[in-house]
């Protein structure tokens, strides 16, 4: 996990901090976790929309998601998304 520093982060970072513990996840620098054979991994996607890590492998590697398994956006948040997502669109 990546965490940019931004207002939401530093907003949600004593949440997070306590669900990473509940789960004994330990924090590693960026040389460390660059050192993962996943970051070798050819990534050619380009497009529009930013898609994830996950996402970018699975394409490349040609393994499926469990999709099925993955909770829906909440409206509310899917909503805002697409608000910004238009407005950013000088296109529409």
């Known amino acids: ?4 520093a931004t207002r939401l982060n530093a ?5 997070l901090a306590a669900i990473l513990k509940r789960a004994k996840l ?3 620098s960026l ?3 660059m050192k993962d054979s996943a970051y070798r991994t050819r990534d050619p996607y380009a497009g529009k929309d930013g898609i994830d890590w996950l996402e970018r492998w699975s394409i490349e590697l ?8 993955y909770s ?6 899917k909503a ?3 608000k910004v997502d ?3 669109d000088p296109s529409d």
Not at 11 to 15: A, G, K, V
């Open 26 to 28: 330990q924090p590693v």
């Open 62 to 69: 040609h393994k499926e998601l469990p999709w099925d398994s």
């Open 86 to 88: 238009k407005a950013a």
């Open 80 to 82: 805002d998304y697409d």
């Open 72 to 77: 829906d956006v909440p409206a509310d948040i």
């Open 11 to 15: 907003d949600c970072i004593d949440d």
């Open 1 to 4: 996990m990546l965490l940019h």
């Open 31 to 33: 040389e460390t976790a």
